[in-house]
């Protein structure tokens, strides 16, 4: 049985990006989105997870150096919650599931994004947000690492791919009908860029040809299993149009939450 309770925790941290920074500033934009006005706080499928009083938002963490980020997730966790984290670049997913692994029992990853994120290193930095998920894998911190909407890869991450059995539905694939399954406990670690830039523009690495948010939306509304915890990750306001790729994270925080609140056993 997985704790009901949700605390939302913003991470500000971009330390690790490889070519902008922006993402520290994530966490209060996408709260200032949700809470703007403009939409009300029940999902699509009639849940109202952001006033339910199994909701709560925690603030922003401290964090002066890389390693602050597991120490508090395990913080956090210990606490009897549920976490999903607002903020950051890629390169959090890997403290945090580090920190998941220590609390929870088997549990899979979906991972939705443009790039597999799985480099042995990027520029020499082994915590690059280039290679969470390689950090993930050899490290044996999860059964199955799924990941969705990949689409910029090159032939030292199909390397990787293949030694750690990493289940990819590239977008091409995605295309022509496959869509991922789950039998596990699951954590959601959704970089935005999976996205298409034109549903998605605030983001570091513009990469076209992308899942629309009716996709993302679906994909989200039809799993069937628990859900541990989650991450939005790699949103830029410095690159966003209008604010709507804030808004948009807004609405995946809510479904993904309101999804959450639904299962909590296998
Ligand atoms: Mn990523
Ligand atoms: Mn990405």
Redesign the pocket.
Known sequence: MLPEKIALIGVPWDQKGSYLQGPALAPNRIREALHCGSANYWTELNVNPIESENFEDWGDLTINKYTDIEKNFALILNKGVRTISLGGD?SIAYPIIKAHAQFRGEFDVLQI???G?LYDNFEGDKFS?ACPFARVMEQKLVSRLIQVGIR?INPHQREQMEKFGVETIEMHQFDAGQRPTFDKPLYISL????LDPAYAPG?S?H?PGGLTTREVLRMIQSIDVPIIGADIV?YNPHKDVSDMTAMLAAKLLKEIAGKMMGKVSV
């Open positions: 890629h994004d443009a790039h994120d947000h910029a970089d935005l860029d999976g983001v690495h990469e790699e």
